[in-house]
């Protein structure tokens, strides 16, 4: 599929089948967020795969929007690993490196033939508490993982998009 249409097609899923995501598919995932790029290559990720039962109820435990998908994917990075840039007081990079992280992990998911929603509406301690996800781990979002209900369309919102004249300035 043309990278452009790709992107363009894709949507965020809220309406799942209750098919169960290949295990190779998952490893695909994984590995487009492995080479995923990150500042100074420090590859900071960590990426919790909630499949089994007992992990979906952990993570629903305390969770607004369960959207009942096969599969989840906490995403965070350690930030001990993560590079801090000296020209701007050492802030770290963390957050824009699983943000990338996080962006190849659903265009692969999208090729695939999976549907994802990127769920930013989460509090990041309570996750780490349910899931025992050690201290040093920043969790900055999660995406629900599976196949397209039949029911499932895009958000009104979706298609809405402004003009590069709006976004883009030449200097």
Known sequence: MELLKLISDR??????????????????ILEAGRIAPTAHNNQPQRIYVVKSEEGKEKLMK????NFK????????????EA???????????????ISIVMTHMMLMA??????????????????????????NIKIVGV????????????AKLHTIRRSNEDLVKFL
């Not at 089948?17 to 190779?24: A, G, I, T, Y």
């Not at 998908?69 to 001990?80: E, F, K, S």
Request: net charge negative; hydrophobic share 30%.
């Open 62 to 65: 305390d969770f607004k929007f």
């Open 83 to 97: 590079w801090k840039n000296p020209l701007d007081n050492n802030k770290d990079s963390g957050e824009v490196d």
């Open 110 to 135: 999208e090729e695939l033939g999976l549907a994802t929603c990127w769920i930013g509406y989460m509090n990041p301690e309570i996750i780490r508490k349910n899931l025992e996800i050690p201290e």
């Open 11 to 28: 949507y965020s899923c809220r309406r799942y089948s209750q098919e169960v995501v290949k295990d190779e598919d998952i490893l695909k």
């Open 69 to 80: 998908a096969p599969c989840y994917l906490v995403c965070g990075y350690n930030i001990d």
């Open 143 to 154: 995406f629900s993982l599976g196949y397209h209900r039949e029911d499932d369309v895009p």
